[in-house]
């Protein structure tokens, strides 16, 4: 069992910066691979970053390349997402997920992951 609590949410102007983080509990937390979604009002829960147990492979949907990046400490069983040059279209509750996954392809689908967090509201204002 892994429980997950995101920080670090807020509202910020437009070209601003965030940095969520996602601390796991459970003793195999670190094993597990994590993911950052958000979701915004009326639309469904998309895939943002996600990086293996060990860090070394980091994945991103488009939109957010160059400017967001995802990073672990595994010492501290924390999960980060460094959001920079934000955009009002960034405004969502962004959720922090883990699970056991071996495939590239199932990184991005939110079904392959097992442990959720509560969410954390981030706003962009233009």
């Known amino acids: 069992q892994v429980q997950l609590v995101e920080s670090g949410g807020g509202s910020v102007q437009a070209g601003g910066s965030l940095r969520l983080s996602c601390a796991a509990s459970?003793?195999?937390?670190?094993?597990?691979?994590m993911g950052w979604f958000r979701q915004a009002p009326g639309k469904e829960r998309e895939f943002v970053a996600a990086l293996n147990s060990n860090g070394a492979s980091t994945y991103y949907t488009g939109s957010v390349k160059g400017r967001f990046t995802i990073s672990r400490d595994n010492a501290k069983n924390t999960v980060f997402l460094q959001m920079n040059s934000l955009k009002p279209e960034d405004t969502a509750v962004y959720y922090c997920a883990a699970g056991r996954i071996y495939f590239t392809t199932n990184y991005y689908n939110t079904n392959k992951y097992d442990y959720w967090g509560q969410g954390t509201q981030v706003t962009v204002s233009s």
């Open positions: 459970g003793r195999t937390a670190s094993s597990y691979a």
